[in-house]
């Protein structure tokens, strides 16, 4: 199993510490750095800025918003990047949901998320591959465009750059369980949001026979300190954004996500406090035991023994959140 180091995205600034972490991260042999995005900073200049500081370490997006980017776009961006980084760029994408798609990027969630999702991957696909111009009649992307509102001028065409690698890896972001074995047919690796070690069945339908070399790659906070309890509180409140906050009462794949692993009434209650304005209680209902599951937290001995059930199941590579150099030393020793 190897180690990623995830960045997230900003929060009201850059972190001034980031550079540095990834840095550090390549030094103890960590094998990613991921960045992301919601709606304040995007995934590919920070990307690119630590890029121009490291030689070795590779380079993800977990995840770029596909509603953000027409898909030739983020192609685009990844094959410079992968250029300009002696390909090192791990492209993770994702769709995320309505609220973001249509409250922030000012466009109609797709109806057919798997569709459009498929259709979106094709043309990233066919760009880097520069077999021929790119031509898509999809339901959600047209390339060229035939739209009744268009000028019937568009020409269907390649990329002059020649990408790198027409291989450069794709990742999803998927939670729901036909997105997730879509995921597995169409895409290089999966980001999962939330994995626990000790629960891989809720996802064993999705997953069925992975052909090698397909990544998994789960996000857990990390943490090495004395008091548990204490060092749960950002997951916890982590969770309680994502689960009160990142989705509609009546849409919220991340609560929907929580309940399929066992916390339905808990997921619930911890919307409804959250919408309700209520964020402290919500965070504070957030299950200790779920938040548990999902990070690894605690004196370097309990996280050893976390670590190895990690290891033990399909995981490939862990994408530590983790604050602290310390905490990553830790962890790569761990591994090693």
Known sequence: MRLGLALGYWGRGPDPDHVALAQEAERLGYD???TAEAWGSDAFTTLTWI???TSRIGLGTAVAQMAARAPTATAM????LDHLSGGRVLLGLGLSGPQVVEGWYGRPFPKSPLTATREYVDVVRQVLRREGPVEVAGRFHA????GADGTGLGKALKPI???LRAGLPVLLGAEGPKNIAQTTRIADGWL????SPTRTDVYQASLGDLREGFMIAPMARAKVCDDVAEGLLPVKAMLGFYIGGMGHAARNFH????????YEEEARQVQELFLAGRRKEAVLAVPDAFADEISLVGPRERIAERLALWRAGPVTDLLVLAPDRNTLRVLAELNS
């Not at 999962?192 to 994995?195: D, F, G, N």
């Open 32 to 34: 990613s750095v991921w």
């Open 51 to 53: 890029a121009a500081r």
């Open 77 to 80: 961006h990844a094959l410079t």
């Open 143 to 146: 390339h060229p465009y035939r």
């Open 161 to 163: 750059t020649h990408p």
């Open 192 to 195: 999962p949001l939330y994995w």
């Open 255 to 262: 609560a929907d996500l929580m309940a399929r692993m066992g």
